[in-house]
């Protein structure tokens, strides 16, 4: 991330943080926290900012993503023609759904760390050009909510490019099975040239970047709670 | 046979009452196909299982059934709730197992009677989106006691079944509180954590306070029970105190306030000590201070003696030096000096000097001049003054002493005075209409011309003078009076042997000139050389034996 600064109190509290480590290593259940805590061990021995803080920051833009595209939704869903809903194509056709994800809590506690951030990151980098998609047609919506769904897109767009940067630094952290990303690319380009089929189609993205907004955020969460067993109020 | 007949008339009526009968049953019972059922929606209350309820429609007036069908995005098939009961009656629970997230559910409820079925509108639910937590449970609250201020702490617990800990669900709480008597609830946000401070309560009031949570930004829980906790009222304990403490400090404070009062001059010397003033001495400031005015005079003049009149001598002018021939000249208490000072001045010389002769005289009046104008030279502040001078017939042989100039430094000269010349007085305070005297200021300092009239010669060698101001010719002075009056001059007759001046009236034509012409009078044959510059005198002086006098000198 950004904030990345180096402090000898941070050096002295990730030494000790890994005494802390090294004395819970022995009680290590599952092999994905043990996995996790090698990682963590020489993250910490080489890195200035701990990784749980890495995590936090990038947590905290992944709440922020999907808080605004849930209000997104439920703005545009104010006005929104009742036939829109019926004929809404399925979200099975969205172009990350063949990205494979956790689909309950077990399945999602049990992938790796490096995973989860792959997926994240993969997620996070397929919606780089359906957001200027978006954007693109915000401008000229048929919505009475036209101006402020513009803006909120255009925050959506420059938080995901904070996020998508500070996931960069954190899988350079990682193992280097963080840094593989799935291609999902997006074919769709048009959005529309009726009133109807315009706003049918932005809710449809919309909604498919609500879910996977969603799904980045549940994953780094779950990574940031991991990493943060020494400091349980972060979880 | 006609039984027969009879019976199957009677059948066929029975059959006809008994349709008609359940004909009638059926229309007042009306069983129908049931209603459709209508899905409320669903809830989950830890992204981990949901629960789904629907309101059924009319029965149809049969037992009927509901089911709930669900597809779900990536399964194939459709199938069916697998708990009707666990979540009560018109509900269906679904579990962990058959709970998947990210993934949407398309639910249908049926009813079935036996007439028919109604079939729900379809719902589609993603699991994450339904997420609505139960209410956080044991809100506590706990009143602490700080110095400054009066705080109080709120402790709640998450409901058990919600997994925080894994970072499965990110919980975000809010606090209601309100005051008893107030209407609005105030929110506050607290993070995710269990427990809030509310800082700075006020005592004595009773405070309720609920909570409520969400996860992930879903929808809020209902709100906890609401705790009230009545603040008690700490204060008061501590206002007994401070009113006894205040009241038994205020004891020595108000001893020490009277006693500062009492003592206030003592204090005000001590804390504002007198400034040092500079002193005149002699100057009484008392009697200055109690404002009258003669006594300020007294006060201002007390211990400076006017300086005996000192003849004045015409610069150009010997002194008259009348040299009886007998000794009785010698005695000191003749004068023979007609020139009489009028007012006091400050620079006097002290003509005591003894003269037998009139050359020596005249020796003498020439230094005495010299004396004079060093004098006056040195003199600063001699403007207003006139110079006089006097010599007494006798002169004692005590050379003058320079007198002191200043008012304040006059007791050398009062001696000298009167060492000269014992009795002599230097008072001249009242005057009466006595003969001119000529008093000429010196020219370097001296801007007036006063003349005076002599009132009167008493025995003690005192000239009584008229204090007035006789205007003379101005131009000719050079600060004259305005006034015109006619100048006599008088030739002395004779001294009498008690001092006395006879004088001899006599008009001088000179006097026209004088008053007529602006120059100055030549001054006599006499007149010793000398560049002092005295502009005019008009009256001859001394050597010529003439003395200005008014015509109606009372002394003629």
């Known amino acids: 991330m950004e904030q990345e600064r180096e402090t000898a109190t941070r050096k002295r509290k ?176 048009n959005i529309g040239q009726d009133k109807i089929s315009k706003l049918i189609n932005f809710n449809f993205l919309l909604s498919c970047f609500r879910r996977d907004s969603h799904k980045i955020d549940s994953f780094l969460k779950v990574l940031r709670c991991r990493a943060a067993k020494m400091q349980p109020q972060l979880c | 046979m006609a039984v027969h007949s009879v019976t199957v008339r009677m059948t066929r009526y029975v059959g006809l009452a008994m349709l008609s009968l359940l004909l009638a049953a059926v229309e007042c019972n009306s069983m129908s196909p049931p209603g459709k059922p209508v899905l409320l929606g669903c809830t989950s209350p830890e992204k981990e299982t949901f629960t789904c309820r629907w309101e059924p429609g009319s029965d149809g007036g049969l037992p009927t059934t509901h089911r709930l069908y669900y597809e779900r995005e990536k399964l194939e098939g459709t199938h069916e709730c697998p708990d009707y009961h666990s979540a009560g009656r018109n509900s269906c629970y679904f579990d962990k197992n058959h709970t998947s997230i990210w993934v949407d559910y398309y639910l249908t409820v049926v009813a079935f009677n036996a007439l028919g079925n109604a079939t729900s509108d379809t719902l589609r639910i993603d699991v994450v989106e ?35 800990q894994s970072g499965w669900v990110t919980p975000e709480y809010q606090l209601g509180v309100k005051q008893e008597n107030t209407n609005r609830w105030k929110e506050f946000k607290a993070g995710r954590q269990t427990h809030f401070t509310l800082y700075s309560v006020n005592p004595g009031v009773v405070y309720m306070v609920r909570v409520r949570w969400r996860l992930d930004h879903g929808s809020w829980s209902e709100w906890s029970n609401t705790t009230s906790v009545k603040i008690p009222d700490y204060f008061q304990k501590e206002r007994l105190f401070w009113i006894l403490v205040s009241t038994l400090s205020s004891v020595p404070f108000l001893a020490a306030m009277s006693i500062m009062v009492m003592k206030r001059k003592h204090v005000k010397q001590c804390l504002l000590p007198p400034v040092p003033r500079p002193k005149i001495r002699g100057v009484d400031v008392q009697l200055l201070k109690s404002g009258r005015s003669e006594d300020i005079v007294n006060a201002l003049i007390t211990n400076q003696s006017f300086p005996p009149l000192v003849a004045w001598k015409d610069q150009m002018e010997d002194y008259l030096i009348v040299c009886d021939n007998d000794d009785s000249i010698q005695s000191q208490k003749r004068k023979k000096s007609l020139i009489i000072p009028a007012v006091f001045h400050l620079d006097r010389e002290i003509q005591c000097k003894e003269s037998t002769c009139v050359q020596n005289d005249w020796e003498k009046a020439a230094e005495r001049k010299d004396e004079i104008n060093n004098l006056i030279n040195s003199n600063k502040s001699l403007s207003g003054e006139r110079l006089s001078n006097v010599e007494p017939p006798q002169l004692p042989t005590q050379k003058h002493r320079r007198p002191s100039i200043n008012l304040v430094n006059t007791d050398a000269t009062d001696q000298s005075l009167s060492s000269c010349d014992g009795t002599a007085e230097n008072t001249f305070t009242s005057f009466a209409n006595s003969g001119y005297v000529d008093i000429q200021r010196h020219a370097g300092y001296v801007q007036e011309v006063d003349y005076s009239r002599v009132k009167e010669v008493n025995t003690d060698n005192i000239l009584i003078l008229e204090k007035e101001n006789v205007p003379l010719d101005s131009s000719g002075y050079i600060q004259g009076h305005k006034e015109d009056l006619p100048e006599d001059y008088s030739r002395v007759k004779e001294v009498t042997s008690d ?7 006599q008009s001088v034509s000179l006097d026209t000139s004088c008053r007529e012409k602006g120059n100055h009078y030549t001054h006599s044959t006499n007149q010793k050389p000398g560049n002092h510059h005295v502009t005019g005198v008009c009256t001859e002086l001394i050597d010529s034996g003439y003395v200005d006098t008014i015509p109606a000198s009372p002394l003629m």
């Open chain 2, 130 to 164: 339904i997420v609505k937590p139960n209410t956080p449970e044991n809100v506590t609250l706990l009143v602490e006691e700080r110095e400054e201020s009066l705080n109080l702490h709120v402790r709640w617990e998450r409901p058990h079944n919600t997994d925080t």
């Open chain 2, 499 to 505: 001092s006395m001046v006879l004088l001899q009236k």
């Open chain 1, 14 to 189: 990730e030494d000790k943080q890994l005494r802390d480590k090294r004395r819970k290593m022995a009680h290590r259940g599952t092999n994905g926290s043990k996995l996790f805590m090698t990682v963590l061990y020489t993250v910490a021995a080489c890195s200035a900012i701990p990784i749980s803080d890495l995590l936090d920051r990038a947590s905290q833009h992944s709440d922020k993503l999907h808080s605004l595209s849930t209000i997104l939704t439920q703005e545009l869903d104010s006005h929104f023609p009742p036939i829109g809903r019926v004929i809404m194509p399925r979200p099975a056709m969205c172009h990350t759904s063949s990205l494979e994800t956790p689909n309950d809590k077990e399945q999602a506690l049990q992938v790796s760390e490096s995973n989860l951030l792959s997926l994240a990151r993969s997620l996070l980098q397929a919606w780089a050009d359906p957001l200027v998609v978006l954007s693109a047609s915000a401008n000229s919506l048929p919505h009475p909510a036209q101006n402020s769904i513009s803006n909120k897109i255009q925050e959506l767009q420059e938080h995901s490019k904070n996020l998508g940067d500070g996931l960069n630094i954190l899988s350079g952290k990682m193992e280097p099975m963080a840094q593989t990303i799935s291609s999902l690319p997006y074919r769709g380009n």
